[in-house]
């Protein structure tokens, strides 16, 4: 079968950065609580008029140069805040991208929406709808925070991360695979924006904010990233010592630890650039990768060298998670 070759990669976050001091500032909370209960210290929000369309053309015009192209066959986004409820984001990404007539459409698995978006591409690539496409995770959280509320303002950051595919070989660096996907719709409540849509149209303002049960939240997080990572090794035919890098979602410092030790590699191994960017809902897992090829000083990642085993792991709101993995091809960041 046709695999779904990585051959670009791209990142951008907004250029303003708020530390834990800010947030702290507005918040019952303490620069301290943050850093150690999250791992997070800083994270970048829009300013008013940046909107998530303007943060996925960023990252995809910085995949296409990284994969040295001007064309794709289709463009997949995954977010949960889209510009409008309606239409969809990604055809107005690709207009703006130069992309002409080519498929655009949305994907919606909060913060396991990249992985889903690599899935139903790598569906596309291998159905030979398309030779290429541009994968873009993309979320402007800042726009759907409560600001009071400290179970979720402080995590949260703005950010865009982006893929180039084309088909290929299944042997060679870069394919994509196996893929492992699964939800629970029954733990819907854990993390949702409860107004806005058909079953409240017109909410009360705190209804169109996300909300999050943490604590539940993170146990479900580390449980199946672990499972589903297990099931990707299992069917790839790798051990856990197998793997030169985790990426997984990045949720919470702690989960990033615990999921390491679940699945028996050393934490040393995992990628994560929460520190400085926050949790970026369906950017984070590109915006690591992309961060790992071209590290900040100041993050604990990478660097990922061509031939590394890779292993990508996300969970979100669904409850949705998946998982996939490739050995990291020839590429680097534009
Ligand atoms: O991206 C999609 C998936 N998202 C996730 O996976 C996120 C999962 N959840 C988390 O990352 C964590 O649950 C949080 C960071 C949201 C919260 O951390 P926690 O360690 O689970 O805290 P907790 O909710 O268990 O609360 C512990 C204590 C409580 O006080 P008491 O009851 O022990 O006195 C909270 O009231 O910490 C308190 N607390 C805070 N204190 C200062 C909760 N949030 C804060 C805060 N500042 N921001």
Redesign the pocket.
């Known amino acids: 079968m046709t695999a779904a070759v990585v051959t670009g990669v791209g990142g951008w976050v907004p250029p303003r950065v708020v530390t834990n001091a800010e947030v702290a500032a507005r918040?019952?909370?303490?620069e301290e609580?943050?850093a150690t209960?999250?791992g997070v210290r800083t994270r970048h929000w829009v300013e008013p008029g940046t909107s998530t369309v303007d943060m996925a053309v960023m990252a995809g015009e910085r995949a296409l140069k990284s994969a040295g192209v001007t064309e794709v066959g289709a463009v997949v986004l995954a977010t949960t805040t889209p510009d409008r409820l309606c239409p969809a984001s990604a055809p107005e990404v690709a207009a703006r991208l130069g992309l002409g007539p080519v498929a655009a459409f949305d994907v919606g698995a909060?913060?396991a929406g990249f992985v889903y978006a690599l899935a139903v591409s790598a569906g596309l690539i291998g159905a030979r709808v398309a030779e290429s496409v541009l994968v873009i995770g993309a979320d402007t959280f800042s726009s759907i925070l409560d600001p009071t509320d400290?179970?979720?303002a402080?995590?949260?950051g703005d950010g865009a991360g982006a893929f180039v595919l084309r088909a290929g070989d299944c042997a060679e660096l870069g394919a994509l695979g196996p893929f492992d996907l699964g939800s629970d719709g029954e733990l819907a409540d854990l993390?949702m924006i409860p107004g806005g849509g058909s079953r409240d149209p017109a909410p009360e303002t705190s209804d169109r904010y996300f909300a999050?049960q943490?604590?539940a939240?993170?146990q479900?997080?580390v449980r199946r990233m672990a499972t589903s990572s297990q099931a990707v090794l299992e069917a790839r035919g790798w051990r856990a010592d197998d793997v030169d890098w985790l990426v997984g979602?990045q949720?919470?410092r702690?989960?990033l630890d615990a999921l390491a030790d679940a699945v028996d590699l050393p934490r040393e191994r995992l990628i994560s650039n929460i520190d400085r960017v926050g949790?970026t809902?369906a950017a984070?897992i590109p915006l690591a990768i992309a961060d790992a090829l071209a590290p900040d000083p100041t993050s604990s990642g990478g660097p990922l060298a061509p031939g590394d085993n890779v292993l990508l792991t996300a969970?979100?709101?669904g409850l949705a998670w998946g998982s996939t993995a490739l050995r990291w091809p020839a590429v680097g960041q534009a």
Do not use: E, Q
């Open positions: 918040l019952d909370t303490t609580w943050i209960r999250t909060v913060c400290r179970g979720t402080m995590i949260f993390i999050m943490g604590k939240t993170f479900h997080a979602h949720a919470n702690r989960i949790n809902s984070s969970f979100g709101g």
